[in-house]
């Protein structure tokens, strides 16, 4: 059986299941509404997913940009007016807009989060190499704290009324998948029953980085703050492709070793997946059974 992808997005669900993608969403009027594509793949194009390693950072990006797009549409249906920012695009980029969008999205995003998770890490902890020559026992103390800020960020955010609702259709999302994966039926009663959890949730992807970052800094002397900045710049390709391994390792096997592995990521899903009604529930099905026919 092969694996179905998802996503949680505004008023609804997105599912992938070979080369098709059905985005169900619920409008104001409370009717569900699907629709149906085809997922075009460089990747699967090139075969580059049959390449260890190599693929990782290809297949991230590419999920990264067609999730950004899917959620930015699901954000213009919700959305009806123009805002300034969108005016300003659509005169300056024309048909573009979007893409530029999106595109201007993930660089601000990258910037935000080096000048977080590095930049901050690492200036902070350079006060702890004046009691410790352990690089190890360094690049531990600084992923910890890495670790924390990720943490106290989905914490923050899962306040918000509107991020509330998007975690419990990713909490749908995953108990549907969930359920199909255990060869249930799916009913509401039967997802109902099973975790909101799943070990092939991005948000247990981004563990695995924050975990696999501190083994391939330690590969490193610490040095100057520049040059572990550099450094770091220069790794991260390396430890997302090392990272989506581990990934792919814990979403194919199930034992002692890959639960193991999952704990960070399982204990984060606890904050950004809620438990969903029967509401968000109806929705995650008809996405699945539109996309798995």
């Known amino acids: 059986m092969n694996k179905v992808g998802g996503q949680a997005i505004t008023n609804g669900v997105l599912m992938i299941y070979n080369n098709k993608k059905v985005v169900a969403t619920r409008n104001e009027n409370g009717k569900i509404i699907v629709k149906k594509s085809t997922v075009g793949s ?173 083994f391939i800094f330690c590969l490193f002397p610490w040095k100057s703050t520049f040059y572990r900045l550099l450094v770091r710049l220069i790794s991260i390709p390396i430890v997302f492709c090392i990272s989506y391994e581990v990934f792919e390792f814990v979403g194919k096997y199930d034992n002692k070793l890959t639960k193991f592995i999952s704990i960070p990521g399982m204990t984060f899903q606890n904050i950004t997946t809620k438990e969903p009604d029967d509401t968000h529930i109806e929705v995650a099905i008809e996405a699945l059974k539109e996309v798995i026919k």
């Open 42 to 214: 460089f990747i699967n194009n090139k075969n580059i997913y049959k390449i260890p390693f190599i693929r990782g950072i290809f297949i991230i990006s590419e999920n990264i940009i067609s999730g950004m797009k899917t959620f930015n549409k699901s954000l213009d249906r919700i959305e009806d007016d123009e805002d300034f920012i969108d005016k300003i695009f659509k005169r300056v980029f024309k048909e573009n807009s979007d893409k530029a969008f999106i595109y201007l999205s993930i660089f601000i995003s990258s910037i935000l989060c080096f000048l977080v998770f590095i930049l901050i890490p690492t200036i902070i902890y350079d006060i702890f190499s004046d009691y410790t020559k352990s690089i190890f026992i360094l690049n531990i103390i600084e992923g910890i704290f890495r670790i924390i800020i990720l943490y106290l960020y989905m914490f923050l955010i899962s306040k918000n009324k509107d991020i509330q609702e998007i975690y419990k259709y990713h909490g749908a999302e995953h108990k549907t998948i969930n359920c199909y994966e255990n060869n249930m039926e799916l009913t509401i009663d039967n997802i109902k029953s099973l975790p909101k959890n799943h070990k092939r949730c991005g948000t247990n992807f981004l563990a695995i980085i924050m975990i696999v970052s501190v």
